[in-house]
């Protein structure tokens, strides 16, 4: 008879070696900043966005062979309703959108950690990169942040097409059969007195992809510099159901062993589960040196 008992997973939340500058802050910060539950969900909504952006251009990816039907029915009917175009452009279109709001949260956590600063608007995204664009951003904001910004060349064009597809109608894609490329077409957009196509959206979409995670890798790298040293609840992991945490101090995050062992304060009394990578972590052994003796 097959054993009915459940085999548990043990799941490792803290791993600092693997976190990005905007990892590094959102799990850190909390020591420095007291941000509302509004600027938390926002805060939040910079690696949502990105994430959710990075999820659709894998859809896209996997939605682009069927693109061809739509030749192959003009071909056969002389026609085509352009459907896998369409829904194609759609999901085009929504990772444009998700990038912009992303850099939109980075934008208002600039605003929140350093409000009153000239220049430093917290109701328009563009408002405040055009003032970097211009120079007048408050010199007391860090050098990074504002070269960062008025280095971002590519922000204006994401920002139009933003702009066009929460205005318009869905635009339409189709296979180049010259260049094998998807080309992407919005009618509520020009270039000059011509039609706006954009001729490879892929490499478009890649590339604002990376421009905007270096982005805020830049921006999040200085934040993090901004944050003080002092020790910080974080989760280590939850191993056969139980929740096991540690204390770590920014300077000293760096990986598994990392900071001091909160959990043996109860898990080291009779009775109760022992963490099973105690014998292995070094933040155990400096928790269990601090025991008062």
């Known amino acids: 008879m097959a054993s009915s008992e459940k085999k548990l997973t043990n799941l490792i939340y803290f791993s600092p070696q693997r976190w990005g500058e905007l990892d590094r802050f959102v799990r850190l910060y909390h020591e420095t900043y007291k941000f509302d539950e509004r600027t938390l969900h926002i805060l939040h909504g910079v690696a949502g966005h990105f994430h959710k952006a990075t999820t659709l251009l894998r859809v896209a990816r996997s939605m682009s062979p069927a693109i061809k039907e739509d030749r192959e029915e003009l071909e056969a009917k002389g026609h085509s309703s352009g459907l896998r175009g369409a829904e194609l452009a759609a999901v085009v279109e929504t990772v444009f959108c998700e990038l912009y709001s992303a850099i939109g949260c980075g934008r208002h956590i600039i605003s929140e950690i350093y409000r009153g600063f000239r220049g430093v608007t917290s ?25 960062a910004c008025q280095q971002a060349k590519w922000f204006n064009e994401l920002r139009r097409l933003r702009d066009a597809v929460i205005h318009s109608n869905v635009g339409s894609c189709h296979l180049d059969e010259t260049t094998g490329k998807i080309r992407y077409f919005q009618e509520s957009l020009r270039a000059g007195d011509k039609a706006f196509f954009i001729d490879d959206v892929f490499e478009k979409m890649e590339s604002f992809q990376r421009d905007v995670n270096l982005f805020l890798g830049k921006i999040f790298k200085v934040l993090n510099r901004t944050l003080k040293d002092n020790e910080v609840w974080q989760m280590c992991g939850v191993f056969n159901s139980l929740i096991y945490t540690r204390y770590v101090r920014p300077s000293e995050a760096i990986d598994f062993n990392s900071g001091r062992c909160d959990a043996l304060t109860w898990f080291e009394k009779e009775g109760n589960q022992r963490c099973p990578l105690a014998d292995n972590c070094g933040a155990y052994k400096k928790g269990k040196e601090l025991l008062p003796v």
Do not use: H, S, W
């Open 123 to 147: 109701k328009k995204t563009r408002a405040f990169f055009q003032n970097a664009f211009d120079g007048q951003l408050d010199e007391r904001l860090p050098v990074e942040i504002r070269e």
